[in-house]
């Protein structure tokens, strides 16, 4: 049996934080859930901090156990009337603004659109780098499986990113048309 890695929470937190955090902003989508799955993830590791085996694996273990949170408090969530909220809105704090705020924006916005499923298959592929067959075998899903939400969240965010753009494009350079140009040649 293979011994423990004498890696420290501390350690994991000092190299981690920020891997882990991003990653759980991508599956959120706002920073308040990001900051809680992260403080949640760190947690369940130093609760578990023994069946890190080696420090290389401590960053797939850390997402691993983030994937997991983020799916636990996706089935916990229940939306909550608005009346039912004590908030002092005097003491919520003003975001900080980035310096690609906008295009940011766009895409964490058009990543929640997604169904967690397709989310989360393409996080792991463009954030983890993991490979089709990585993502199957970490998600027990058969390989055609995985290629197929990859291939669905990746058009869906296409299309979501795209068309802003496109309509953005047209509507500033006043070609916003109602037709088609499809119909425009059937027409003539």
């Excluded at 916005?109 to 393409?122: C, F, N, S, T, Y």
């Amino acid at each position: 049996m293979a011994e423990p890695c004498a890696m420290t929470i501390v350690a994991l937190v000092a190299q981690h934080h920020l891997d882990v955090y991003r990653y759980a902003y991508r599956l959120s989508g706002n920073q308040e859930d990001a900051e809680d799955l992260t403080q949640q993830v760190f947690l369940v590791a130093q609760e578990n901090l023994a069946q890190l085996r080696t420090p290389e694996a401590a960053r797939s273990w850390l997402f691993t156990i983030l994937k997991r949170c983020f799916f636990k408090s996706r089935q916990r969530f229940k939306p909550m009337l608005a009346g039912n909220m004590q908030l002092n809105l005097e003491n919520i704090a003003e975001p900080v603004p980035a310096a690609d705020q906008i295009d940011r924006e766009r895409l964490q916005h058009a990543l929640d659109e997604l169904p967690p499923k397709h989310r989360l298959v393409l996080v792991m592929f463009y954030f983890e780098e993991a490979s089709y067959r990585e993502i199957a075998e970490r998600l027990e899903l058969p390989l055609g499986t995985v290629m197929s939400r990859l291939a669905r969240a990746k058009a869906r965010l296409r299309e979501r990113l795209f068309d802003v753009e496109q309509a953005e494009a047209a509507g500033s350079a006043g070609k916003d048309r109602k037709t088609s140009p499809r119909r425009d040649r059937v027409a003539k």
